[in-house]
């Protein structure tokens, strides 16, 4: 899957990172790193730590509903 | 005309419109996004260069050349589906706006009704053809740079050339650190960012490269480099007349903007980008907007209400995403409906363990003074101001209070601007903020204010290589 954090939005008060340890982390104080090429498997983790950033910084493909294709 | 009329193009235009997008990455794939939401259902063709589709850049100096992502692994999140004629691995080599067609490298010819202009930017290469072409010397642009530079820092090199000390130069200094690698930066300027930040910013992150065991050499610049018999670089010559051994060179130069293509289009385009108004409507030499010429992104260049209505040029990722929406939501709207693209330019950098992240334009200031925190933490505030109103700010692991600035800066409110929290350093006076003069030898911020005239017969630009 695809994903990229906007580090701009982004606060790097880490709430996401305890939900997708193996796909977001701290580098430094309030540096996140993240995979931007997370296993499939982890969407599910993923998709939650998305969803519990309070600015909406991170922005997961949709490409499950729109399929693979432009 | 009655208004329906004009409607009812704009109607007809959104079902049945072509539109040619030129540049297939962030700013041209938001832009196809948008073109869709918004209801267009017409033909739409999106031309790039590279074969890849389109991928996210920043990743490429960070998480690729440490080798926590495979460089082909930043594709872009797509947000729907865009039914596009993608043409990737085709460069568009021309524009013929009398009959409304994009020509490329293939000989075709592609009509539109409106297009969008994406191309960005590419790094500058290295001044020396033959030097550029030795083994071990690199740029970072484009994912296939990310990927080859990748592979040299993995093989263990015995020491790494950075040249040029912007955000980019800086950041891999500090991955070459993180994986064990010796790494000297040879930087023009007084400092690391100065040209962005000016040198009291430069004079800390200085000391963070050093203090991180980057062999940093200010006021030099490479004059030459020398390979061995098999052609790969192993010798640089500095102005200061020392020289380094080195197995590996990464020209970070700054960029040039992809406008070749767009030569006897009529357009403002030049070596600053291509001009256009608030609301991202090329306009042609003549400074007349034109109405189905737009652009977005590395390449756009538009007049900004906070800095005097200069042109400004902002090579940053937020400015491509945000851009590439508007243009695409101004392409297909009505008059009244059409927004306005005038961002703060805002941008992150992560290096040496420090996440740094401005607002505004930092080079239009003279004067800074650091507001929160503390330098010798490196976790700190700091505003930037002009003519006693505050033009910019940054932080050093201080992200969270950068809104409270930004906020401050759009409503041109006084500088030194009262501070927020409670960690308020001794002292606060502000001092010159030390940016380089127009024209001395130092790398150009990635945000420029370039003038007031559209055809940029006012903005001068020399790249100087070597002399001083
Ligand atoms: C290594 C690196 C790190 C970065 N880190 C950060 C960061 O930390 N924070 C930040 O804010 N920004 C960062 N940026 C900047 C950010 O990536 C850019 O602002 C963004 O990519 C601009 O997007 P764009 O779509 O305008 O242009 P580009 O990404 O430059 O895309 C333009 C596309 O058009 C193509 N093209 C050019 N000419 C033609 C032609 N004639 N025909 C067809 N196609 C053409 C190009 O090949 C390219 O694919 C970084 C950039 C790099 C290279
Ligand atoms: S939750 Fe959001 S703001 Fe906080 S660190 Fe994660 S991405 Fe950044």
Same mark, same amino acid.
């Given at each position: 899957?695809?994903?990229?954090? /906007?580090?701009?939005?982004?606060?790097?008060?880490?709430?996401?990172?305890?939900?997708?340890?193996?796909?977001?982390?701290?580098?430094?104080?309030?540096?996140?790193?993240?995979?931007?090429?997370?296993?499939?498997?982890?969407?599910?983790?993923?998709?939650?730590?998305?969803?519990?950033?309070?600015?909406?910084?991170?922005?997961? /493909?949709?490409?499950?509903?729109?399929?693979?294709?432009? | 005309?009655?208004?329906?009329?004009?409607?009812?193009?704009?109607?007809?235009?959104?079902?049945?419109?072509?539109?040619?997008?030129? +540049?297939?990455?962030?700013?041209?794939?938001?832009? #196809?996004? $948008? =073109? *869709?939401?918004?209801?267009?259902?017409?033909? =739409?063709?999106?031309?790039?260069?590279? @074969?890849?589709?389109?991928?996210?850049?920043?990743?490429?100096? @960070?998480?690729?050349?440490?080798?926590?992502?495979?460089? /082909?692994?930043?594709?872009?999140?797509?947000?729907?589906?865009?039914? #596009?004629?993608?043409?990737?691995?085709?460069?568009?080599?021309?524009?013929?706006?009398?009959? @409304?067609?994009?020509?490329?490298?293939?000989?075709?010819?592609?009509?539109?009704?409106?297009?969008?202009?994406?191309?960005?930017?590419?790094?500058?290469?290295?001044?020396?053809?033959?030097?550029?072409?030795?083994?071990?010397?690199?740029?970072?642009? $484009?994912?296939?740079? %990310?990927?080859?530079?990748?592979?040299?820092?993995?093989?263990?090199?015995?020491?790494?050339?950075?040249?040029?000390?912007?955000?980019?130069?800086?950041?891999?200094?500090?991955?070459?650190?993180?994986?064990?690698? #010796?790494?000297?930066?040879?930087?023009?300027?007084?400092?690391?960012?100065?040209?962005?930040?000016?040198?009291?910013?430069?004079?800390?992150?200085?000391?963070?490269?050093?203090?991180?065991?980057?062999?940093?050499?200010?006021?030099?610049?490479?004059?030459?480099?020398?390979?061995?018999?098999?052609?790969?670089?192993?010798? #640089?010559?500095?102005?200061?007349?020392?020289?380094?051994?080195? /197995?590996?060179?990464?020209?970070?130069?700054?960029?040039?903007?992809?406008?070749?293509?767009?030569?006897?289009?009529?357009?403002?385009?030049?070596?600053?980008?291509?001009?256009?108004?608030?609301?991202?409507?090329?306009?042609?030499?003549?400074?007349?907007?034109?109405?189905?010429?737009?652009?977005?992104?590395?390449?756009?260049?538009?007049?900004?209400?906070?800095?005097?209505?200069?042109?400004?040029?902002?090579?940053?990722?937020?400015?491509?995403?945000?851009?590439? *929406?508007?243009?695409?939501?101004?392409?297909?709207? =009505?008059?009244?409906?059409?927004?306005?693209?005038?961002?703060?330019?805002?941008?992150?950098?992560?290096?040496?363990?420090?996440?740094? @992240?401005?607002?505004?334009?930092?080079?239009?200031?003279?004067?800074?003074?650091?507001?929160?925190?503390?330098?010798?933490?490196?976790?700190? %505030?700091?505003?930037?101001?002009?003519?006693?109103?505050?033009? %910019?700010?940054?932080?050093?692991?201080? +992200?969270?209070?950068?809104?409270?600035?930004?906020?401050?800066?759009?409503?041109?409110?006084?500088?030194?601007?009262?501070?927020?929290?409670?960690?308020?350093?001794?002292?606060?006076?502000?001092?010159?903020?030390?940016?380089? $003069?127009?024209?001395?030898?130092?790398?150009?911020?990635?945000?420029?204010?370039?003038?007031?005239?559209?055809?940029?017969?006012?903005?001068?630009?020399?790249?100087?290589?070597?002399?001083?």
């Amino acid at each position: 899957m695809r994903m990229v954090v /906007d580090l701009n939005r982004c606060q790097g008060y880490a709430q996401c990172v305890p939900l997708a340890p193996e796909v977001l982390h701290l580098h430094g104080e309030e540096a996140l790193m993240y995979d931007p090429n997370p296993d499939d498997s982890l969407r599910q983790h993923v998709l939650r730590a998305a969803a519990s950033c309070p600015v909406q910084a991170i922005v997961v /493909d949709r490409l499950d509903e729109i399929g693979k294709s432009s | 005309m009655r208004a329906e009329l004009i409607a009812d193009v704009v109607a007809e235009f959104k079902a049945y419109g072509r539109i040619v997008i030129v +540049g297939a990455s962030l700013a041209g794939l938001r832009a #196809a996004e $948008t =073109l *869709r939401d918004e209801g267009f259902t017409g033909p =739409l063709t999106i031309i790039g260069d590279e @074969k890849q589709e389109p991928y996210d850049r920043p990743p490429l100096s @960070k998480q690729v050349l440490k080798g926590l992502a495979r460089a /082909d692994h930043t594709l872009l999140p797509r947000m729907r589906k865009v039914d #596009a004629d993608w043409r990737l691995g085709v460069a568009a080599t021309g524009l013929d706006r009398r009959v @409304k067609q994009v020509r490329l490298a293939d000989g075709e010819q592609v009509p539109f009704d409106r297009l969008l202009i994406a191309t960005g930017t590419r790094s500058r290469p290295w001044f020396n053809p033959q030097e550029a072409a030795l083994e071990g010397v690199f740029t970072l642009r $484009t994912a296939d740079d %990310a990927g080859r530079l990748r592979a040299a820092l993995a093989a263990g090199p015995g020491r790494v050339l950075i040249v040029g000390a912007g955000f980019i130069g800086s950041e891999m200094a500090s991955v070459c650190r993180e994986l064990g690698l #010796a790494v000297t930066v040879a930087e023009r300027a007084e400092g690391p960012l100065v040209g962005a930040l000016g040198g009291v910013i430069g004079d800390i992150a200085a000391e963070m490269q050093r203090d991180h065991g980057v062999d940093l050499r200010t006021g030099v610049s490479v004059e030459a480099l020398e390979g061995d018999a098999q052609g790969h670089v192993r010798r #640089a010559r500095l102005s200061d007349g020392t020289t380094l051994d080195v /197995d590996v060179v990464v020209a970070s130069l700054g960029s040039i903007r992809n406008t070749e293509w767009l030569e006897g289009a009529g357009l403002a385009s030049g070596r600053w980008g291509v001009a256009c108004d608030a609301g991202c409507r090329v306009f042609d030499i003549n400074g007349v907007v034109t109405d189905s010429i737009f652009v977005a992104g590395d390449i756009a260049r538009a007049p900004h209400v906070l800095y005097d209505y200069q042109f400004l040029v902002q090579e940053h990722w937020d400015n491509a995403d945000v851009g590439g *929406r508007v243009a695409a939501h101004n392409m297909v709207s =009505l008059e009244p409906q059409r927004r306005p693209h005038l961002p703060l330019p805002a941008f992150w950098s992560g290096q040496f363990g420090v996440n740094i @992240k401005g607002v505004g334009v930092g080079p239009f200031a003279d004067e800074i003074v650091i507001t929160q925190g503390s330098v010798t933490d490196r976790r700190f %505030a700091a505003a930037y101001g002009r003519n006693g109103r505050i033009v %910019a700010a940054v932080t050093f692991n201080h +992200g969270k209070w950068l809104e409270y600035y930004g906020a401050l800066i759009e409503r041109s409110a006084p500088f030194p601007p009262p501070p927020p929290g409670y960690d308020h350093p001794d002292g606060m006076q502000p001092m010159p903020a030390r940016f380089p $003069t127009p024209g001395a030898p130092t790398g150009w911020p990635d945000v420029v204010l370039t003038g007031h005239d559209p055809t940029e017969r006012g903005a001068e630009y020399e790249y100087r290589t070597k002399k001083r």
